[in-house]
């Protein structure tokens, strides 16, 4: 996860379109412990088992400002 972070890091903050933006970047973990759970109640939207081991998910996102 840090060589992602270090990549994402290093390149997105070079894109500035007039305005300005604003970056997001999360990792949401999945271990096997919660989706255990899920899967006792139907499973998740991901579709991910406990017998896909441990896991994380990730969410980029950004927010471009209006010049004034």
């Known amino acids: 996860m840090l060589e ?3 990549i994402l890091n290093s390149t997105l903050y070079s894109f500035n379109p007039q305005g300005g933006v604003t970056w997001d970047f999360a990792f949401e973990p999945l271990p096997t412990v919660m989706l255990s759970h899920a899967a006792k109640s139907g499973g998740n939207i991901l ?3 406990p017998e896909d081991g441990n896991s994380y998910g990730k969410c980029l ?6 010049p004034y």
Do not use: L
Not at 61 to 66: K, S, T
């Open 4 to 6: 992602i972070f270090d």
């Open 47 to 49: 579709g991910v088992k």
């Open 61 to 66: 996102q950004y927010v471009a400002h209006e």
